[in-house]
Structures are given as structure tokens and as C-alpha cells.
């Protein structure tokens, strides 16, 4: 089971149950005995440039449940809806835009959109790592912290 959420990774995109996992370490979890509806979902995002993997990045996602208002519609039931709680995304990559406009409608379309934002900048800054070897006083790149 193990190899196989591993190659699943190859994809670029994976999501897991947040609440269960406690760190990295993969192996010493039961995939199948995992809850079926978590209270928070992490969606990693891995990055590649250059030929090699590069640091992986977070969307944690939660559920909310929104209460009918109008008067007619009392037999209507309440409303889940998603929303990021933290992330580890870069603040200049449009997230808070891609969420609403996607999230709730399209999460193949939300993971792509992220998935590609990500990919650009990482593949831009790798692409300038010869500048900054020429260079000492270029700025140097920091890892992911979350929001």
C-alpha cells in the first residue's frame, strides 16, 4: 500500500486525510481503516523542475455547513461548503481568487490551476539559479511556511 500512495505522487497532486496523518511517514498508517468523511483534507502539491523533485507544498481544507435564511425554503437542507483553513502556498500565486472560483464548483479545475501556478514559479526560480551562482548578492530562495 505503501508504494502505492508513493507512486500516486508521481502525479503531482495528492490528497489525504489530515486528521490521520500525524507526519510523513506513511507506512505505519491503515489506508483503509481512514475515517470516510475527514473534518480536514490536505491536497500536496509536489513540484519538479530541472530533472529533480523540489519542496512540496499544502492546501488543508475544511468543511463548513451553511444554514438555509429564507423563510420558504425551511424544508431545504444546510449547505456544505469547502474553504482553505492554511496553506503553505506562495502569497503572490492568486490562491484566495482560484478558491472562490473554484473550489466549491470544480476541485479537478482548483488543483490544476494551483498545481500550475506552482510549477511556474518553482520552474522560474530554478531557471535562475546559474544567475545567482554568478551572483552572491541574488536573493536567495526560502523554503514554504504555512499561513
Given at each position: 500500500m505503501h508504494d502505492i500512495l508513493m507512486a500516486y505522487r508521481l502525479t503531482g497532486v495528492t490528497i489525504f486525510n489530515a486528521?490521520?496523518?500525524?507526519d510523513n511517514d506513511w507506512s505505519k498508517y491503515n489506508i483503509?481503516?481512514?475515517?470516510?468523511?475527514?473534518?480536514?483534507?490536505?491536497i500536496r502539491f509536489e513540484t519538479f523542475a530541472n530533472a529533480s523533485?523540489?519542496?512540496?507544498?499544502?492546501?488543508?481544507?475544511?468543511?463548513?455547513?451553511?444554514?438555509?435564511n429564507d423563510e420558504d425554503e425551511d424544508?431545504?437542507?444546510?449547505?456544505?461548503?469547502?474553504?482553505?483553513?492554511k496553506h503553505t502556498i506562495p502569497h503572490w500565486i492568486p490562491l484566495r481568487d482560484i478558491e472562490k472560483r473554484y473550489l466549491n464548483r470544480d476541485l479537478s479545475t482548483f488543483?490544476?490551476?494551483?498545481?500550475?501556478h506552482l510549477q511556474e514559479?518553482?520552474?522560474?526560480?530554478?531557471c535562475s539559479r546559474p544567475a545567482a551562482q554568478d551572483n552572491p548578492?541574488?536573493?536567495?530562495?526560502?523554503?514554504?511556511?504555512i499561513d
Open positions: 486528521n490521520e496523518m500525524e483503509e481503516k481512514l475515517h470516510a468523511t475527514p473534518k480536514e483534507v490536505g523533485y523540489h519542496e512540496p507544498y499544502y492546501v488543508m481544507i475544511r468543511r463548513r455547513v451553511e444554514s438555509q424544508d431545504q437542507p444546510n449547505r456544505d461548503t469547502l474553504y482553505i483553513s488543483t490544476r490551476l494551483v498545481s500550475e514559479v518553482v520552474g522560474r526560480r530554478e548578492s541574488f536573493p536567495p530562495s526560502e523554503p514554504a511556511q
